[in-house]
């Protein structure tokens, strides 16, 4: 039972523009939501966090929105650039936050 | 440099033949953690430990062993590898771990035959 879920595994978008990745959850525990991006041949990097108390986090070109009601977080990417292309993965955790549940990746491919 | 180290990166090796992989974190980290991803599946928890010999399972441990006697290392022991353990293994840590925030190792590509 996938309880986070992106649905997309892969996005196109032109250098400049928006990205947009999505990500769903089913259990209503989760209370902290991560983004990690991932470069071939390397471990993913830690890139953005929220806590379910806020909706909105923003550091730089990245900003991450959540809606508890719809079980749903989305990472926005403004503008896009080459360098960001990778596989991203969403990420939720419970309580005490002994683990970490991740998403199935969604591999962003920023085009010139 | 603060980083999480794990060997070997590659390995084929046969089934039931013991084999470790080692990680080893250099930023003084109470929490590590074992992950393994495979297509389609995503990043998957095998075992964690939240401190010198604290360990408990993750979603997947069945057929692995993990043990920590020192902080800074938290080695994946397979004692009878079976083709289903075939997979990119990531070892990650964590200081303060209600943020989170993982730092992973490069990942360590295994294949059983």
């Known amino acids: 039972d996938q309880q986070v879920k992106q649905n997309s595994p892969s996005l196109s978008v032109q250098e400049g523009r928006i990205s947009i990745l999505n990500c769903d959850y089913t259990?209503?525990?989760?209370?902290?939501f991560l983004w990690y991006k991932k470069y071939p041949a390397e471990g993913p990097t830690f890139l953005i966090s929220?806590?379910?108390?806020?909706d909105k986090n923003e550091d730089g070109r990245f900003t991450v929105f959540l809606n508890k009601s719809a079980k749903h977080l989305s990472l926005h990417i403004v503008p896009s650039q080459p360098g960001d292309s990778a596989v991203y993965f969403c990420?939720?955790?419970?309580?005490?936050?002994?683990?970490?549940?991740f998403g199935t990746g969604t591999r962003l491919q920023v085009t010139l | 440099e603060a980083q999480v180290t794990q060997n070997p990166r590659y390995l084929i090796t046969v089934t039931g033949k013991k084999l470790t992989v080692t990680c080893s974190q250099n930023?003084?980290?109470?929490?590590m953690s074992w992950y393994r991803q495979d297509p389609g599946l995503g990043l998957r928890q095998i075992y964690y430990s939240m401190n010198v010999e604290v360990t408990d399972k993750g979603d997947v441990p069945e057929g692995y062993k993990v043990s920590r006697k020192e902080k800074r290392n938290f080695p994946l022991i397979l004692e009878s590898p079976s083709p289903n353990q075939t997979s990119l293994y990531f070892c990650?840590?964590?200081?303060?771990?209600?943020?989170?925030?993982?730092?992973f190792g490069e990942g360590s590509r295994l294949t059983v035959l």
């Open positions: 930023m003084n980290h109470e929490y």
């Open positions: 259990n209503s525990m989760f209370d902290y």
């Open positions: 929220i806590s379910s108390i806020k």
């Open positions: 990420a939720a955790s419970a309580g005490t936050a002994s683990k970490l549940t």
């Open positions: 990650a840590s964590s200081f303060r771990w209600a943020t989170g925030e993982l730092f």
